[in-house]
């Protein structure tokens, strides 16, 4: 009933409890225009049903007592869908571990999405009583983490609850997270608008995980600014920064500031559609170029000097990527030099799926889906918010609040807080920042003021002096 509510197209049911006698009958009755495949041939009672609607181009690549995996074709895009049934046993699991990794093995390129009852959890707090547990990885969970690092399995951000599985049971209450949907890192770059919500249990002890292929965002604003450091390695770079900046603008030094720094990101605009703009397709296409004139050399028709000037391109072409990739995922932790594209691409769709609001829902429960509702719902829940009492919040009173505050004890310690910064105080805090840190409100790093200091910086410390001054 719930999956014709959705308009599910695939659909994978699990611990059907249905004799292989029964079945035809049933799945003529219940899902007259559905094709199906079931691992009766592995499983008692065939423990998973995969059902398709009709006209989908599926077919099968590998069954067993634990998965079913097919081959699907979504607007010429070929991927993967595993629908999952873990034994509760650990040891039995391992063989379910192990068809994955084999899988992963004959199907490398494919995006690959994976889903159904596990029967593990993969951390220790994906269960209810973790607190009192603590922090702890029994056997089975360190061997599904060792599945998952093995062939990069991650979780598919998802809405909904926590736990998807519970037992119903009042005096000793239990729910963890048995169920889950995970995909591989090609999945990301051939669905970035999938969507994943795990639904209320209904009269099962299990959430139903609902999977959407390509759920549009309804947004009706320009994108934020955004400086890339990248561009700074270009050539034109501070020929740009200079023939903006150096306009005149009149007003006090801080209102300059705002205003030239604003101006300003027209023209880096200009420079990143110019030498920037896709350069992920610029990287594919330079890779593809040397790729002929590899045979042109080995031909005799090309000298190698021409291929090593596109291999010097290609590097270039491929430090700017890893750059890009690495500041959309704010991640700081690896290794300078680190090209592992489909590592950032795959921690980039991680972030933007676990960042972006699809949908609110109101006090009369409602699905609010466009940015118009949500924003409205978003202004008027804290207009409502601000300004009333709460009566959690106890009253503190004055007496305690003084003797929180202590007194300056000399002269030298209070002309320190009023003494005025000198300009190589103000250089030095803004140089001593991370290159790669968030960016301000502005869409700013670090990075821009250091690499145009020479043009921008008697202003910038005239501006910070005018703050503390006025």
Known sequence: MRATLNNTDILCLLETRVKLDKSPELLAFRFENWNVFCNYDHAENGRIWFLWRNGLDISLCHKSAQSITV????????????????????????????????????????????????????????????????????????????????I?????????????????????????KLDRVLTNSQWFESFPQSFVEFLAHGPSNHCMALVTLNKEIQLNKPKPFKFFNCWTLHQNFL??????????????????????????????KILNKNYFSDIYARVRSKRDEIKKHQI?????????????????????????????????????????????????????????????????????VRRLNSFDDMSNEAINFFKNFL????????????????????????????????????NEEIKEAIFSQGNDKAPGPDGYTHLFFKKAWHVIGDEVIEAIKFFFQE
Not at 113 to 140: A, C, K, P, R
Not at 240 to 261: A, E, G, R, Y
């Open 239 to 268: 020929n740009t920064v200079s023939n903006s900046w150096l306009q005149p603008c009149h007003d006090n030094p801080m209102k300059k500031i705002f205003l030239k720094l604003k101006r300003h990101k027209a023209s880096l």
């Open 296 to 364: 042109l050399t080995f031909r005799g028709v090309e000298p190698i000097e021409t291929e090593l000037d596109l291999q010097r391109e290609l590097n270039s072409l491929e430090e700017t990527e890893a750059m890009i990739l690495k500041q959309k995922a704010k991640n700081h932790w690896m290794k300078e030099g680190d090209k592992c594209s489909k590592f950032f691409y795959s921690v980039i769709a991680t972030k933007n799926k676990r960042d972006t609001i699809r949908f609110l829902v109101d006090d009369q």
């Open 387 to 422: 300004g009333s009492s709460d009566p959690e919040v106890k009253v503190c009173s004055t007496s305690l609040l003084k003797g929180l505050l202590h007194p300056i004890p000399s002269f030298e310690d209070y002309e320190g807080l009023t003494k005025e910064f000198t």
């Open 152 to 176: 990069q399995l991650h979780d598919h951000p998802f809405f909904g609850p926590t736990y998807s599985w519970r037992n119903k049971q009042g005096d000793n209450f239990l729910a963890r």
């Open 71 to 150: 081959k699907c074709i979504f607007k010429n895009v070929h991927f993967l869908v595993t629908g999952i049934y873990g034994h509760n046993d650990g040891i039995a699991r391992r063989s379910l571990w192990q068809d994955l990794r084999n899988i992963e093995s004959r199907f490398p390129d494919y995006p690959w999405i994976m889903g159904g009852e596990f029967n593990v959890t993969l951390y220790s707090n994906e269960s209810s009583n973790h607190e009192l547990l603590g922090t702890f990885s029994s056997s089975d969970m360190i061997e599904f983490q060792d599945l998952t690092n093995d």
